[in-house]
């Protein structure tokens, strides 16, 4: 084998992708975000004040995602702000609660929103959390028929059981029009 050959071998290229989280408040924005980064779950999280930020790097075939992760706080009061956070984004993960059907409800405004606000490009997951709890008010299939009328990527998960929450971000990672959309821009490769 070449050297030129070996490099290519251990090399990965390195990608960057903004993702942003919105959501009522208490819909577990953070939660999610804490369980991915760093596999932990704290019942009772304060609320987010503004916005929060976390990078977290997931490692996908021959590349590494580099995710910027937006916490936004669920709050009405900081929604003007939340315009900011979302510019420029590749993905943007509206959370509701499947246990309050308001949750959902707000969140079909979010992608109201961001289909009228957002960059063009941005892709959008739609994201059910704490399907682990029995009160559930928004069925699966009502979420996956809005998400399927409105091309949106969905999932649903528990971020209390860590159900679900890895996969939905290598499905992100992985997803031809997020791969495509973020593989225009310029490569970055790292040699081990």
Not at 47 to 53: D, E, K, L, M, S
Request: hydrophobic share 45%.
């Amino acid at each position: 084998m070449s050297q030129k050959e070996t490099l290519a071998k251990d090399s990965l290229v390195i990608k960057q992708a903004k993702l942003v989280f919105l959501g009522e408040s208490s819909v577990g924005k953070s939660s999610i975000i804490l369980r991915f980064a760093s596999n932990i779950f704290q019942e009772n999280k304060e609320p987010t004040v503004g916005a929060a930020f976390m990078t977290q790097k997931c490692r996908l075939e021959d590349k590494i995602i580099k995710f910027e992760i937006w916490d936004t706080a669920g709050q009405e009061r900081f929604q003007s702000l939340a315009q900011m956070y979302y510019r420029n984004a590749h993905v943007a993960v509206v959370v509701y609660d499947v246990t309050n059907m308001d949750s959902f409800n707000r969140a079909k405004s979010w992608i109201k929103e961001l289909n009228n606000q957002a960059n063009s490009n941005i892709i959008i997951a739609l994201l059910g959390n704490k399907i682990d709890l029995s009160r559930r008010q928004v069925s699966t299939e009502i979420a996956k028929n809005y998400a399927l009328e409105f091309g949106l990527l969905f999932y649903e998960i528990s971020a209390r059981k860590d159900h679900g929450i890895r996969e939905v971000f290598t499905k992100i990672g992985t997803n031809t029009l997020f791969e495509n959309l973020i593989l225009k821009r310029e490569k970055i490769i790292i040699f081990f």
